[in-house]
């Protein structure tokens, strides 16, 4: 997918077959995705359910080993994530990418 960001200027997002999404990948990523996302990783005992953390972001995607928290400032949820009281085992701040809206559309991941 990072190949295909910088390469491509126009691709299609498939699903079972069906296009679901077309453009740039910036117009992709700016219509099916926000400008950041707070990465967090927490101990198996200590992870939050993605619901309790709705709140402080656009959206939450759950993923086995991590939680994803969609937001135009990634910083300010993460501080508000610790405000509420979680403390992850570590946090990343990331632009949104390919994979981002590949996830979004189709509800699964690359790997999937």
Known sequence: MDEAEQLCDRLVVMDA????AEG???ELIGRHATREVLELRF???????PSTLEG???RV????????????????????????????????V???T??????????RSLNE
């Open 24 to 26: 740039s990948p910036a």
């Open 17 to 20: 077959g069906v296009i679901v």
């Open 61 to 92: 995607e759950e993923l086995p080993d991590r939680l994803l928290l969609y937001a135009g400032d990634g910083e300010h949820v993460h501080a508000k994530v610790l405000e509420a009281g979680h403390r992850p085992l570590s946090a990343l």
């Open 43 to 49: 101990a198996p005992d200590d992870r939050p359910e």
């Open 98 to 107: 390919l994979e981002d809206v590949f996830l979004r559309l189709t509800g």
């Open 94 to 96: 990331r632009r949104s």
């Open 56 to 58: 402080l972001a656009d």
